[in-house]
């Protein structure tokens, strides 16, 4: 596998003319210059996927949601869907679950409710979604496993190939504040993109 990492830009009214939409064109640009790029880095353009974790959960779940808003110039005309989506504790919702600090820091204090059900990414979810491995642990206090609970309900409602795992506990960021439960969701997650032919077969370490 190859893997690029997205440093985008976080929301802020000093840089941006519209701070909601920063993140989403700075991810659209990362899918654009991977996929230009596919013959150089030697990947293929068909098995780009996006991961996300936390507020980085929702910006992937906003680029794979939202596919015909194009916020940047493409000319070209290069895809901006990516093949699937690995979500790990994802921020989804901005009217069905808690208002997250993630949210209020992209549209914030008082947001309209146009933009608030913009970027409740459950509700934007149809046939063309990409397929999406879920992680969420129940005993999540900063976000709720509802966020993931609600977006695995739309891909079903969809018929999206989903994996939802949730872990009885590990709180928020498990992997990083949690390391134990790492190679655990990290070998499903190997599982579910073999067996959706998004790599190579990985060989498990005993």
């Not at 000093?14 to 701070?19: A, F, G, N, T, V």
């Not at 999206?160 to 872990?167: G, M, R, T």
């Not at 498990?174 to 134990?180: I, K, M």
């Amino acid at each position: 596998m190859t893997v690029f990492v997205l440093k985008y830009r976080l929301p802020s009214d000093e840089i941006m003319l519209d701070k909601a939409k920063g993140p989403l064109q700075d991810a659209q640009m990362a899918l654009k210059l991977v996929r230009m790029n596919a013959k150089e880095y030697n990947i293929h353009v068909n098995k780009v996927g996006f991961i996300g974790s936390s507020a980085g959960g929702h910006l992937a779940a906003t680029v794979a949601t939202h596919l015909n808003t194009i916020l940047i110039d493409n000319k070209e005309n290069i895809n901006l869907r990516p093949d699937f989506m690995i979500l790990l504790y994802p921020v989804i919702s901005s009217t069905e679950a808690k208002l997250s600090a993630t949210i209020e820091k992209l549209l914030g204090i008082n947001p309209t409710d146009d933009s608030l059900n913009f970027f409740s990414n459950e509700k934007h979810v149809s046939a063309d979604t990409p397929p999406t491995f879920l992680l969420h642990a129940g005993d999540d206090s900063r976000v709720s496993v509802k966020h993931s609970l609600l977006f695995y309900e739309a891909l079903q409602n969809a018929k999206v190939k989903s994996e939802f795992h949730i872990l009885q506990n590990g709180g928020h960021a498990f992997g990083l504040e949690h390391p134990t439960r790492v190679d655990q969701w990290f070998l499903w997650c190997i599982d579910w993109l073999n067996e959706n032919k998004f790599s190579i077969q990985a060989k498990k370490q005993n």
